[in-house]
């Protein structure tokens, strides 16, 4: 069974830019979860899309928006990026109904400089 | 905010000790998750203990939960080079999202 996939691995840009982040869930998961992870610090809770809604966010401003495609992969979009943006950016699936063990992709490592 | 906050923030541990972090959170949980994470990569599930349980073992991992005093500890027994890593708890709540600490950072010396 394939895992979840992430890309891309790394990403710059430049402060200003926008930036699109990709994630395909494991198949038959409908349910993706973003987290921001800077540099030595835990997980933040981003967003999560079920079934093509979103049905959660975190404290983070608009400019941090997604969506979830028919066949569940997802994207999640970074407009107006600052510097601490520079994150890790990880992507979880997981089976609507069950005790809400997360499956991780391998993450997004973006810098803005 | 975070919900889960590990302790310690560091720990580092000879081959074949034993290694235990604890994890404190704030509000009512339903079930609370161990993820262990290396190198800045993808976070792996280990354990998930529910709120009714008070103790639980994968392996050599030992899970145990108080919810009373809002805790939870994580036991790695006869550590190995490979348990270098980051471990974190995870609570889940009544509102489908993970709220995560910030982690133990554990280092097995050879």
């Known amino acids: 069974e394939a895992g979840v996939t992430q890309s891309p691995t790394h990403l710059i840009k430049t402060r200003g830019q926008q930036a699109t982040l990709r994630c395909s869930p494991i198949?038959?998961?409908?349910?993706v979860y973003w987290y921001q992870q800077a540099l030595g610090l835990g997980l933040q809770f981003l967003l999560w899309?079920?079934?093509?809604?979103?049905?959660n966010r975190g404290n983070f401003p608009p400019r941090f928006s997604g969506r979830q495609f028919p066949n569940y992969s997802s994207e999640l979009n970074v407009n107006a990026l600052e510097l601490e943006d520079s994150a890790l950016y990880l992507c979880a699936s997981y089976i609507t109904g069950q005790y809400h063990e997360q499956y991780f992709g391998p993450g997004t490592r973006l810098t803005v400089t | 905010s975070q919900q889960g906050e590990e302790d310690p923030q560091a720990l580092s541990i000879q081959e074949g000790e034993n290694a235990t972090m604890n994890c404190s959170y704030k509000t009512s949980i339903n079930n609370l998750q161990w993820y262990r994470q290396n190198s800045g990569r993808g976070l792996v599930h280990l354990i998930l203990i529910r709120s009714n349980e008070r103790e639980k073992h994968s392996g050599r991992l030992r899970v145990t939960l108080d919810t009373s005093k809002k805790s939870s500890s994580l036991l790695i027994t006869a550590s190995r080079a490979a348990d270098t890593a980051s471990y974190f708890c995870a609570t889940d709540g009544n509102d489908y999202k993970l709220s995560f600490g910030a982690g133990t950072t554990v280092t097995v010396r050879a």
């Open positions: 899309y079920d079934e093509g809604e979103e049905r």
């Open positions: 198949s038959g998961h409908t349910s």
